[in-house]
């Protein structure tokens, strides 16, 4: 579990194909022995799992199913991607809960100034885009975001300086993908109000008889 608050910039140094799937090796912005073997590492928001520490990073076997469905597939060498390590039980949650679970890649439709800030607006498939709620969270490549408004076919979020130079935002333009992940809390709360309806173990949801069977 992570927080979506990036811990720094890593640089790809090695991409090494092993049959259908990849190791990627990984320049780490903190000291090698705080790397853990065996811990998890969201790298551009897709959790992976240390498999080797070397002197100046580590290295990850990423899935064939990773990476047809994140932005890895599409990483080449010298790439800057986000970093941050799992979160620690006691840890202060200043982001929100992201598992690193990738559920779609969307593409920057717009970036613009707005003032300070830099508004971004994001494209994402429909069946995803429902789980994006104005005011609430959403992780862009690893980064735990609040969205500005919520369009048909898109979203919009303000994003803040810091945010931009201390992420792989700074370096950013039109057309990029992305890896986003909705909302944890958001996609249970619609499972269980049974918004999936074609979905495999759907109910039928609540009725008015329900509800009088339950004393309301």
Sequence with gaps: MFTGLVEGLGRVGRITPQGPDSVLSISAPWPAEQTVLGESIAVNGACLTVTRIGADGFAVDVSAETLSRTTLGGLRLGDRVN????????????????????????????????????????????????????????????????????????????????????????????????????????????????????GPGASKGLSMEDLKRMGW
Aim: aromatic share 2%; proline share 3%; charged share 20%.
């Design 83 to 198: 970093l941050e390590r799992a979160m620690q039980l006691g840890d202060r949650l200043g982001g929100h809960l992201v598992t690193g679970h990738v559920d779609c890649v969307g593409t920057l439709q717009k970036l613009e100034q707005v003032g300070g800030s830099t508004r971004i607006e994001v494209g994402i498939p429909p069946e995803h885009l429902r789980f994006v709620v104005e005011k609430g969270s959403v992780a862009l490549n690893g980064i735990s975001l609040t969205v500005n408004q919520v369009g048909s076919e898109s979203f919009s979020l303000n994003i803040i300086p810091h945010t931009m130079t201390a992420t792989t935002l700074h370096l950013a333009k039109q057309g990029d993908s992305v890896n986003i992940e909705t909302d944890l809390i958001g996609k249970y709360v619609a499972r269980l109000l049974n918004r999936d309806e074609d």
